[in-house]
């Protein structure tokens, strides 16, 4: 049976108890095999999008800082734009208002040092450019046929001189981008200033909006949640502290570690994350010069006065890196292949762990130290165990029986049985030199940490470290120094 209404045909059938039911006619091949891409299609885009918000979630919750940025960056963007916007501000700057968003789009970094040092290499740059481009255009003027031939061997004199200071290692690290900003603006206006006749004027309103634009970024970047460079470094400083003190312990229990199989993973899996922190600090070299010299452009700010010595962390990283050095070296002990005897890990393993635990000691204190930014009152003790350790290591590596091949005598027999006793504790080279190996590191580590002590020491006596008022009574396991006679 078929109906029509309202010019569609529907198809009906009857049924058994006396009613009826559309028909629904069957979807193509073609039409099912589309809804079924379409479909897949749609579900690998959703997914792919879900995939990527949630790890734009994740970075932004690990690292607040990176939203602050963001939203410091639109923050300005969004107040240069007035200049474009409102007509008043638009006629006061002429044309060049979008020289200004410009600015703050090139110009706005993360960190307050960053923002800072290209705030002054703009500026500067444009402004001794500009003021060059000008002398350059006056000359080239009065020189009359010969104006074409001036501004073009200008542009080559200063264009050369200033990129090859990019070349110069501290220049570079100081002026980088200053020297970029220097080759484009005197480029624009000796070149510009031959078709245009108001150059000085042009030059003035491009100063103007670039000053506009620099003075914005420093003024949200530093009051508005500020991220200094400085405080950076401080605390990255601290962490490898920290760092090396946990993969120094690590590294020695792992040795000396029995057989036993541990069945926690996740304990495993933090226990070989803190044996690999030493990497950490052999990759932060650039990390920490880039820090200093971004620092030094920073005002003063929380316990770090306008002068602070920031050339003395860049110091202190490059002594810490000579411990991580000596830890690598420890990693590769753990992974011998040739199983140290335990008679050999049991003469040695006190004397390791004790001096391992004098070394970690010291490094935590230091970390405290930086954390605090005082003077620690019982760094001379710690050093004091520290090279007591070294020296009772030293003794023990003296006193280890060796084998040796000397022709046998024909002993008595009282002698006989006493050499059967000294026979069970002599230990063949073979299996003493890994050990040897380790013992060596651990000395050579102990005098790299002194290094360590002293720079970060110079550090808080420039810095004005204050002078630390807890002192520890009743602590039985500090010894006190020997005093000289």
Known sequence: MASQEAGKLEWRISVDNGTTERLVPRSGLSKRFFLWLKGLVMKVIMERIAKFMRKAWRIGADDPAKVVHCLKVGLALSLVSIFYYMRPLYDGVGGNAMWAIMTVVVVFESNVGATFCKCVNRVVATILAGSLGIAVHWVATQSGKAEVFVIGCSVFLFAFAATYSRFV????????YGAMIFILTFSLVSVGGYRVDKLVEMAQQRVSTIAIGTSICIIITVFFCPIWAGSQLHRLIER??????????????????????????????????????????????????????????????????????????????????????????????????????????????????KLSSASSKILRELMEMMKNTRKSSKMDFLVFDMNSAVQELQETLKTVPIETNKPEEVPSEEENKVDSEERNTLMSLHEVLPVATLVSLLIEN???????????????NLADFEQDSKKKSGDNNTKQPPLSS
């Not at 290692?169 to 980088?176: E, G, N, V, W």
Request: aromatic letters at 10%; one cysteine or more; charged letters at 30%.
């Open 169 to 176: 290692p501290s220049f570079k690290a100081k002026f980088d």
């Open 240 to 353: 490898n502290l920290e760092k090396l003190a946990d993969s120094l312990d690590g590294c020695v229990a792992e040795y000396f570690k029995g057989n036993e199989v541990s069945t926690n993973r996740n304990e495993d899996e933090d226990t070989n994350t803190k044996l690999q922190g030493f990497k950490c600090v052999l990759n932060s070299k650039g990390t920490e010069e880039a820090m200093a010299n971004l620092a030094r452009w920073e005002p003063a700010h929380g316990s770090f006065n306008f002068r602070h010595p920031w050339k003395l962390y860049v110091k202190i990283g490059a002594a810490m890196r000579r411990c991580a050095y000596c830890l690598e070296n420890l990693s590769i002990c753990i992974s011998y292949e040739t199983e140290t005897p335990d008679q050999v890990k049991k003469h040695f393993g006190e004397a390791c762990m």
């Open 446 to 460: 102990a005098a790299r940490i002194q290094t360590a002590v002293e720079a970060v020491d110079e550090l808080a």
